[in-house]
């Protein structure tokens, strides 16, 4: 990471799936907001430290866990910064 890099955690809701994960932010300015990640020209969100629900919203499994997740932004539905940095 570099130098004021952040993690932020997130709910991401896709298409098939729903997952808890961290993403990188990068420091302060109007480019240190996690939709600012999501609006950048890059075709994929990297997640870490995922939890991955196959059921979706309110699913009562246990969820699959990964290091690492590349998804692409087209299949996500909604993103919720859960440590305030929109």
Known sequence: ???????????????????????????????????????TDTQFLALTDVRLFHGGEGAEEDPVRHDVLLLRKGEIEFVIPLDDHW
Request: proline share 3%; aromatic share 8%; with cysteine.
């Open 1 to 39: 990471m570099e130098s004021g890099e952040r993690f932020v955690r997130v709910t991401v809701q896709a298409r098939t799936f729903r997952c808890e994960a961290s993403v990188i932010v990068p420091a302060g300015g109007y480019r240190g907001r996690v939709i600012d990640l999501l609006n």
